[in-house]
């Protein structure tokens, strides 16, 4: 389907979604925040598609936030749909159940980063930059920026760059956890493409249950995450991939996953 916003392209079971306002640095309004909405719930359902990589249009940018014109005539009740929208967005790509790589060139502030962090891995240019500058819009973050930082490099990281709303660089966020890898901006294309490549010919039922068992467990006591984690191993048991994982193990070749 043709977005307005956005770019899709799928590479066998790679889908790579695009944001694509380049003139705007990518930055989010409503529009985009539901075509992504939709793309995300198409890649979902769509059981040919393994991976996904979302990406910004451009090497300037990845996302450089909310679109601040668009916010700037909001009232408090279209805010708090506006952030509700974007959270769910968020919750959506967060729990695909199918790995989601955030691939960044450029800028990934405040809504940017938010996204970027709904992403379960991330690979950074050397060049990129990250940051929640809400603050010095006399806002908070509103797309989940307090809660996945905190979850992500701790209380003292979050406060941090929260509070003083300051740019840190792809190497800074990668002390922090934040970014998976950081590459040469040349090699970013290819380092995304192994990595999807590698995560799209994997078991899908094992990648779900990481998912799952990492997502839930961050949320729950050990116990329960246990529990998770019991499931999706017992799960992977009921597919042609895991007899065909540990076949091929044993008889010292390269697994086929069929997804099965
Ligand atoms: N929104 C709208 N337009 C933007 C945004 C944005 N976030 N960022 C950049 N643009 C536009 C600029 O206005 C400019 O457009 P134009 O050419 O028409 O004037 C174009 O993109 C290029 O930008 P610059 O000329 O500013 O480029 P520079 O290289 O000089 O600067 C920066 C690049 C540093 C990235 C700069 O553009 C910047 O600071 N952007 C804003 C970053 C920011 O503050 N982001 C946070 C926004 S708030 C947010 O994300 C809240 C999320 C939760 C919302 C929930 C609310 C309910």
Redesign the pocket.
């Known amino acids: 389907m043709a977005y307005r916003n956005l770019l899709t392209r799928d590479d066998g079971a790679v889908r790579t979604i695009t944001v694509n306002r380049p ?3 990518n ?3 409503l529009d985009t925040l539901n075509e992504l909405t939709l793309a995300f719930s198409q890649a979902a359902h769509d059981s040919s598609i393994r991976a996904v990589v979302l990406t910004g249009a451009g090497d ?2 990845f ?9 700037n005539t ?1 009232t408090p009740t ?3 749909s ?2 509700r929208v ?1 959270q769910a967005l968020m919750l959506t790509i967060e729990r695909l159940g199918k790995p989601v790589i955030a691939r960044i060139p450029g ?1 990934a ?6 996204l970027a962090m709904a992403c379960h891995l991330r690979i950074a240019s050397a060049k990129a ?1 990250f ?4 603050i ?2 006399g ?5 989940g ?1 307090t809660q996945r930082l905190l979850r992500l490099a701790g209380r003292g990281a979050a406060l941090e760059l929260c509070l003083t ?1 300051k ?1 840190i660089d792809a190497a800074r966020a990668h002390a922090l956890g934040v970014v998976t890898d950081v590459v040469e901006p040349e090699q970013l294309d290819d380092v995304v493409k192994d990595l999807a490549e590698q995560l799209a010919a994997s078991a899908p039922r094992a990648a779900a249950g990481i998912l799952d068992a990492v997502l839930s467990g961050g949320e729950c006591a050990i116990e329960q995450g246990l529990d998770y984690e019991s499931q999706g191993f017992a799960l992977c048991f009921a597919t042609e991939d895991m007899r065909e994982g540990t076949s091929a193990f044993l008889e010292r070749r390269k697994p086929a996953f069929k997804g099965r």
């Open positions: 003139d705007k640095l930055a989010l309004n300037k940018a996302v450089a936030g909310a679109d601040i014109a668009e916010m909001y279209q805010a708090l506006f952030s974007g800028y502030l405040g809504g940017g980063m938010e930059k940051g929640q500058p809400e010095n819009l806002l908070i973050p509103g797309f920026g709303g740019q």
